[in-house]
């Protein structure tokens, strides 16, 4: 049955589209600290990270501590002791720094730094002999440090419903009450007795889901840092089987003869000498299985161009022979539309030019008349002026008359009007 990637991405999508909007718009950052009521200063996600940084200084002075154990102390007990302190004293710090709300990943810290500290001081010389416990411990640096990050918090330290007060008595008194026995950190779980009343308080679906966000990236940090000791701690478990295969006594036994240990020395080391050999077949192999998956890989490359450009250029001559086909539609459509254009013009010029005949007849005719009644009109005038020219010319001058006395005057013409007025 072959896998479905499409539900697989659809499914990613859908979670990613509901941590990113629906997740984080419903729910905000609610841990012990906002929840308990007390004046903090400090958030859960700030709390969160200098538990990290505080884990980081603790495991790394749990390394080196050992280290130099390891190098002081030729005692095979004593080296046994070193490497259990290293593997399972980081595993029980990363353990509790891992818990879900970071309150209780502080508090737990805080009683595991005190369960060392009094182990060591009850059991130093028994598990390391003439090691002194000042090079051992180093816990009052550490407290300090957790008394800061305390002081940080808040003046008012988050108590528990019973009013217990959430701090260094509350640490020191859960230390003393369940003591670590041994280098194993069997460890009574502060969980089951106080450190639940701190977990975070989520029923509601929605805000299990935006909350689940914000814890995987509060502890992707603390993952990080457990992932650079996960090759040391291999190292240093195989260190641990090593010492436990010399103390078995078959093999005590057979190192106790020189011929023997000598024997055992030369296989040991041309094994070693063979590893550099071993070590270079293995890489040209893998270089072997590389080169071929890459050439592999390089063929199904080059198959794949070649068919997509197949495909590229049948989709192009389909394209153009549809453009081209749609291309000569178009012409034709177009020639049609030209031709059936030019016929139209053509009736409607024959159309206009026997109607302009029609009328440029009439106006012709019309324009004869026109003509015809002018010049009739004309030659009359022509007539009555060459009679009236004859009239002039044919008239006798009549004689002038004699000289009249004219009795006439203006100041006569007034008078007289004078006078008619006043006749009136």
């Known amino acids: 049955m072959a896998f479905d990637y499409k539900k697989l991405l659809i499914s990613l999508a859908f979670f990613n589209v509901l941590f990113h909007s629906g997740c984080q718009l419903t729910t905000q950052e609610r841990g012990f600290l906002e929840k308990s009521g007390a004046e903090i200063q ?148 502060a969980k089951s007795h106080y450190i639940d009343a701190v977990q975070a308080n989520l029923n509601e679906p929605i805000e299990i889901l935006g909350r689940l966000e914000v814890n995987i990236d509060e502890l992707q940090g603390l993952l990080r840092l457990y992932a650079e000791f996960l090759p040391k701690q291999a190292r240093w478990e195989a260190e641990l089987l090593t010492l436990d295969v010399i103390e078995m006594e078959p093999f005590t036994e057979s190192l106790a003869d020189l011929k023997q240990t000598t024997v055992a020395a030369e296989s040991i080391a041309q094994t070693v000498a063979q ?52 291309r000569v539609m178009a012409t034709e459509d177009l020639k049609q539309q ?18 302009a005949a029609r009328y440029g007849e009439s106006l012709l005719v019309l324009a004869i008349n026109e003509t015809k009644q002018t010049l009739a009109i004309a030659s ?20 002038a008359p004699p000289n009249l006395v004219n009795f006439y005057s203006p100041k006569t013409a007034r008078a007289e009007d004078d006078f008619f007025k006043q006749a009136s």
């Open 338 to 355: 030209l031709d059936k254009t030019i016929s139209s013009i053509d009736d409607l010029s024959k159309k206009r030019t026997e109607e």
């Open 380 to 399: 009359v005038f022509v007539g009555f002026f060459i009679l009236f020219a004859g009239w002039l010319f044919t008239r006798k001058p009549k004689p």
């Open 42 to 189: 400090l958030s859960s996600k700030q709390l969160r990270v200098l538990v990290n940084d505080f884990t980081l200084r603790y495991v790394t002075h749990i390394e080196q501590t050992c280290d130099r154990v390891l190098s002081n102390s030729p005692s095979v007990e004593v080296r046994r002791n070193a490497l259990l302190w290293k593997i399972n004293g980081i595993n029980a710090t990363f353990r509790a720094a891992s818990r879900d709300d970071p309150m209780g990943a502080f508090l737990d810290l805080w009683i595991l730094v005190k369960q060392t500290d009094d182990l060591l001081a009850r059991n130093g010389s028994t598990l390391f002999g003439s090691v002194s416990l000042a090079s051992l411990n180093q816990g009052e640096a550490f407290e300090d440090r957790l008394r800061n990050i305390q002081t940080t918090i808040g003046r008012e330290i988050p108590k528990l419903n019973r009013d217990t007060e959430l701090g260094e008595p509350f640490a020191e008194k859960f230390a003393n009450r369940f003591p670590i026995e041994d280098l194993y950190f069997d460890r009574e779980s």
């Open 275 to 326: 590893i550099p050999v071993l070590i270079d077949q293995e890489r040209q192999a893998v270089e072997f299985a590389i080169d071929d998956q890459r050439k592999k890989t390089v063929q199904q490359i080059e198959a794949m161009r070649v068919n997509t450009i197949v495909q590229l250029q049948e989709e192009r001559r389909l394209v153009l022979e549809t453009v081209n086909q749609e």
